[in-house]
């Protein structure tokens, strides 16, 4: 068995600090709100279809956290530390894609990154000549991912805006969504893969929380010491039902990753159009 030193450091992962792995704590639901929230340029037809709970937690409380985990000199503590290097080295990952690539694969069409977060994806891709469109339910985090392009110089090529993955509307030569699937159960999930897949014209690139015995031990035993006044709710998925749903949307895997550190654990795809 776990040491209980050890045990304590699960709980405290996966009933408070992370939903880009296998914990994800929410604030109770709010009233139904719809809204259109565009940043600068016109590229996605960008609207909130109400999730009420993710849209209330990453606004208020987890906006707060994860800005913090995501930028380099916010105060975090050693469980959050790891989750950011965690995070951080499966964006190294796809950047590496994109350099061996080579410049050319982002001279052309447009990369629509879904699920953005504070632009931890799109900021180096626009760095790297890419035009990005981005966009997060959270009208918290695209705000500050807008923040951080125009700081950087990036706001010609980054355009972020307020949406949920099933409103984003328009054609892209990529489109990735990265540490969002565990937002979705199991019977959702394909579906959802398949609308990104729809608007996607050559390459999607995803990544989910892996369901495998272990990291569902470590699901279930965190459920066991939920937040209070918090909802848990993670969402496994098996890289059998992920490549499936890939394949029914048009798509073959053509590179994976898995990036696993202590606290953060996230199985990665890049797939083409068949």
């Not at 061996?100 to 799109?122: N, Q």
């Not at 951080?148 to 030569?173: N, V, Y």
């Not at 569902?216 to 890289?239: D, I, N, Q, V, W």
Request: aromatic share 8%; charged share 20%.
């Amino acid at each position: 068995s776990l040491p209980l030193r050890r045990r304590s450091m699960l709980t405290l992962s996966l009933c408070m600090l992370l939903p880009s792995s296998l914990a994800l704590h929410l604030t109770p639901a709010t009233a139904p709100r719809a809204r259109t929230v565009p940043r600068a340029g016109a590229h996605p037809v960008c609207a909130i279809d109400d999730k009420a709970e993710v849209e209330e937690y990453f606004n208020n409380e987890g906006f707060n956290r994860w800005n913090r985990i995501y930028s380099e000199d916010g105060e975090v503590n050693a469980v959050q530390m790891d989750i950011r290097t965690g995070h951080a080295q499966t964006v190294d990952k796809i950047l590496a894609w994109v350099d061996a690539d080579g410049p050319d694969s982002l001279s052309k069409g447009i990369w629509c990154d879904a699920g953005c977060g504070v632009g931890s994806l799109a900021l180096p891709l626009a760095a790297r000549g890419a035009t990005v469109v981005a966009s997060d339910i959270s009208d918290a985090m695209a705000t500050e991912a807008a923040r951080r392009a125009t700081k950087m110089g990036l706001g010609d090529r980054a355009t972020f805006c307020t949406s949920d993955l099933e409103s984003l509307d328009g054609q892209f030569d990529t489109v990735s969504c990265i540490d969002v699937m565990i937002h979705y159960p199991s019977e959702k999930m394909a579906g959802m893969i398949g609308h990104l897949g729809s608007i996607a014209g050559e390459r999607l690139i995803i990544s989910f929380a892996p369901d495998t015995w272990y990291y569902r031990s470590l699901k279930r035993f965190g459920e066991l010491f939920p937040g209070p006044s918090k909802t848990t709710r993670a969402y496994l998925h098996t890289e059998e039902a992920v490549l499936g749903a890939l394949a029914k949307a048009g798509f073959k895997p053509t590179r994976t990753e898995m990036t696993g550190t202590n606290f953060y654990f996230s199985r990665l795809i890049e797939a083409v159009r068949v």
